[in-house]
Structure formats: C-alpha cells, structure tokens
C-alpha cells in the first residue's frame, strides 16, 4: 500500500530527475544570492527578488548561466564597498569557473556553510558532501566549507573558531566597516589577519580545515562500500555516526592542546558542550534520513497493480483445475485439463540422453591445406 502510494511522485522524480535536482540546485543558489544581496542593502528589495527569480530559472535551465548571473550580481555591492575585495572576489571565481559549475552542489553548500552556521546545521555540509561525491572530492570540499566560513566570519569581524561563530547571526553589512577605506594591503592583511596572528592561531585554524576534510574524505570512503548500500538505512546511521564523531574530537580535542590559541568564549563551550553535542544529533537524524531518501529514489519504480488486477489473479484461470459443476448433464463430462493430462501420460517417457566425450586434442586428425585452393596464403619460415 505504501510503495503504490509513493509510486506516481517516485515515477515522476526517476522521469525528470536530472531536471528536478537541477531545480533544486539552482533554487539553493538563489536563496544564498538573495541573503546576500538582502543583507548587503545596495540593490533595493524589489530588484533583490528579481535577482534571485531570475538565478532560480536560468539555473536550472543553464547553470553556467546561472553562476555567472550570481557572481555579477554580488560583484556590483562589493566594488560599492571595496575595490580591491570585489578584484579578489571575481579573481576566485574566474579561476575556479569551471570546477564550480561542474560540481554547483558542492559550491552552493560550501557558500551556504556560513548560514548553516546559525542554526548549528554547518556540521551537515562535510558529511553531505562525503555521502554525494566520495571520499578524495569530499575532502576537497570538505576542507574548502571550512576555510569558506571561516573567511566570512573574519570579514564581519567575529572569532573565526568554529565553537564560537556556531548560533551566530552572520551580518555582512559589518564588512562596510572594516573594508571601506583600506587599501590593496590594507585589505589582504583584514583577510589574512585572523588566520595567521598567531603560529598557534594558525595552527588550530589549519587543524579544524584538516579535521573537516578528514571527516568528509572518511565518510565518503565509507559510502562507497557494498555493506553500505544493502543495509540502509542502518549503514548510512554509522556513516554518519562515525563522521560527526570525527568533527566533535576536532573541536573539542584541539583546544586542550593549543590552549593558547583559544578564547575564553571557546573554553565555555569546551567545558559544557551542549551545543556540540546538538550539532552532532542532528548530523545524525537528519544525514540518514536525507541520504537513506536519496538511496530509495535511485530504486526502480514500484510495478503498478491495481485490486481489480488481484481480483481477476484470484479468480480460477483456464490452466487452473475448474470448479466441478452440478449439472446433471456435465456429471459424465470430462474438463479439458484432464484430458491433456491423460494424454500427455500416455506418451512415452523419453530416455535421459548419455553423455557424449569430447575427444582429446592428440586424438583429432591433423590439419592438412587443401590443394586446390588457390587463394591460400603459404609462409614459409626458416
């Protein structure tokens, strides 16, 4: 009953399914874009809807399109704001045009990373991304939604720990602030600043991206196993298990070692780890439950049968032994099924037939070239 429940809508989604995640993509690519530009305040609020409608259609239709749209969109604000940021900003992305649109999921949830952020879902973008694109893929970008949210959070001002900036409110109208009269130095040293004030500062920095990296690159290395997709949705609960747990010993291991490089905000958080500990149930729930979906959709569709095709399987075919009438005049008579199994045992049983040796190879005659074959080719060797 469920699986003819959910067969027109998995139908529709196996008929149109590169359109459909395309969609979705596209759709997600608009929401970021239309944050951004909503909290950027240079666009008015009726053409920041416009913006964001037309990435979401042209998108999906083209997403080479649509990723150029987003970034001439977000280019105009910040040369508002910054020369020399609007320059590096359309530097990364012409640098990495290609690899962006080729894998446009993995680029919307690294820029998404920071919004996630807000509501402790940013730990679901490494173990996403290990379940969709693998292990050494996965790692990639794994690492880069790191460093991503990260550079965010040092361009609005905030403590780019992540223990700190998760269930923090990313406001980028800050960045007017720090970035408006700097210069080219000026603004490398505002990005570069929070990486790197410290040797401990940069080391714990570099520890957390790795610890990403390696927490999407394991998940991914996992997914790709057999046992993994014929035991969902318990398998993909491991899966994931095992990659929130990777994440939760990287924030709340490194700073007992590098305790120099964390704030006193961090070592709260450290010290009652309420908001990790959410961060990795819902790491859980909400991976296998969006992974063990995407599993099932990949299926086949369920074969369509109705009950008025149960009811006629149900009822006597003419192969099957049929109903003895109580007619006075069918009493003597004899079905036709029985009559073929009379007749059919009255023939003979045929014998097995006996095995037949296959001859050995020095026992088969030697091959000899015909004489009279005049298109025959002879070599003769020394």
Same mark, same amino acid.
């Given at each position: 009953?469920?699986?003819?429940?959910?067969?027109?809508?998995?139908?529709?989604? +196996?008929?149109?399914?590169?359109?459909?995640?395309?969609? @979705?993509?596209?759709?997600?690519?608009?929401?970021?874009?239309?944050?951004?530009?909503?909290?950027?305040?240079?666009?008015?609020?009726?053409?920041?809807?416009?913006?964001?409608?037309?990435?979401?259609?042209?998108?999906?239709?083209?997403?080479?399109?649509?990723?150029?749209?987003?970034?001439?969109?977000?280019?105009?604000?910040?040369?508002?704001?910054?020369?020399?940021?609007?320059?590096?900003?359309?530097?990364?992305?012409?640098?990495?045009?290609?690899?962006?649109?080729?894998?446009?999921?993995?680029?919307?949830?690294?820029?998404?990373?920071?919004?996630?952020?807000?509501?402790?879902?940013?730990?679901?973008?490494?173990?996403?991304?290990?379940?969709?694109?693998?292990?050494?893929?996965?790692?990639?970008?794994?690492?880069?939604?790191?460093?991503?949210?990260?550079?965010?959070?040092?361009?609005?001002?905030?403590?780019?720990?992540?223990?700190?900036?998760?269930?923090?409110?990313?406001?980028?109208? #800050?960045?007017?602030? +720090?970035?408006?009269?700097?210069?080219?130095?000026?603004?490398?040293?505002?990005?570069?600043?929070?990486?790197?004030?410290?040797?401990?500062?940069?080391?714990?920095?570099? #520890?957390?991206?790795?610890?990403?990296?390696?927490?999407?690159?394991?998940?991914?290395?996992?997914?790709?196993?057999?046992?993994?997709?014929?035991?969902?949705?318990?398998? @993909? #609960?491991?899966?994931?298990?095992?990659?929130?747990?990777?994440?939760?010993?990287?924030?709340?291991?490194?700073?007992?070692?590098?305790?120099?490089?964390?704030?006193?905000?961090?070592?709260?958080?450290?010290?009652?780890?309420?908001?990790?500990?959410?961060?990795?149930?819902?790491?859980?729930?909400?991976?296998?439950?969006?992974?063990?979906?995407?599993?099932?959709?990949?299926?086949?569709?369920?074969?369509?049968?109705?009950?008025? @095709?149960?009811?006629?399987?149900?009822?006597?075919?003419?192969?099957?032994?049929?109903?003895?009438? +109580?007619?006075?005049?069918? #009493?003597?008579?004899?079905?036709?099924?029985?009559?073929?199994?009379?007749?059919?045992?009255?023939?003979? @049983?045929?014998?097995?037939?006996?095995?037949?040796?296959?001859?050995?190879?020095?026992?088969?005659?030697?091959?000899?070239?015909?004489?009279?074959?005049?298109?025959?080719?002879?070599?003769?060797?020394?």
């Amino acid at each position: 009953m469920l699986a003819q429940t959910f067969r027109g809508p998995h139908n529709l989604y +196996r008929r149109y399914q590169a359109s459909l995640e395309g969609a @979705i993509t596209a759709f997600g690519l608009a929401v970021v874009v239309t944050l951004t530009l909503s909290n950027l305040a240079v666009y008015p609020s009726n053409w920041v809807w416009l913006i964001g409608t037309a990435i979401a259609i042209v998108g999906a239709r083209s997403p080479m399109i649509g990723l150029s749209l987003s970034v001439v969109a977000i280019t105009y604000p910040l040369f508002a704001i910054n020369f020399y940021l609007a320059v590096i900003f359309i530097a990364i992305s012409l640098l990495g045009h290609r690899y962006f649109v080729h894998y446009l999921g993995a680029t919307v949830l690294i820029l998404a990373t920071p919004l996630l952020a807000e509501f402790h879902l940013h730990w679901l973008v490494p173990i996403f991304v290990g379940l969709w694109w693998g292990g050494v893929t996965g790692a990639w970008v794994g690492g880069l939604a790191c460093l991503w949210g990260k550079i965010i959070g040092g361009i609005v001002g905030f403590n780019i720990d992540w223990l700190v900036m998760a269930g923090q409110p990313v406001d980028i109208r #800050l960045m007017n602030e +720090r970035f408006a009269d700097s210069n080219s130095l000026e603004t490398l040293l505002l990005l570069v600043e929070p990486f790197a004030s410290d040797p401990d500062i940069m080391l714990y920095n570099l #520890l957390q991206i790795i610890g990403w990296a390696v927490a999407a690159g394991v998940v991914g290395t996992l997914a790709q196993h057999k046992w993994v997709k014929y035991r969902t949705p318990w398998s @993909i #609960l491991i899966v994931t298990t095992v990659g929130g747990l990777i994440l939760m010993v990287t924030h709340l291991a490194l700073p007992y070692w590098l305790s120099n490089a964390v704030s006193n905000e961090a070592m709260q958080v450290v010290e009652n780890p309420i908001e990790p500990f959410f961060s990795l149930l819902l790491v859980i729930i909400i991976g296998t439950v969006v992974y063990s979906v995407r599993e099932r959709l990949d299926l086949p569709v369920a074969p369509k049968r109705s009950n008025w @095709i149960r009811q006629r399987q149900s009822k006597p075919t003419p192969t099957q032994p049929a109903t003895v009438s +109580r007619s006075p005049f069918n #009493l003597f008579k004899r079905s036709k099924r029985s009559n073929k199994q009379d007749a059919t045992a009255s023939q003979p @049983i045929e014998k097995p037939r006996e095995p037949v040796q296959v001859p050995d190879y020095n026992q088969l005659p030697e091959w000899k070239p015909p004489k009279d074959e005049s298109g025959l080719i002879m070599l003769e060797m020394d």
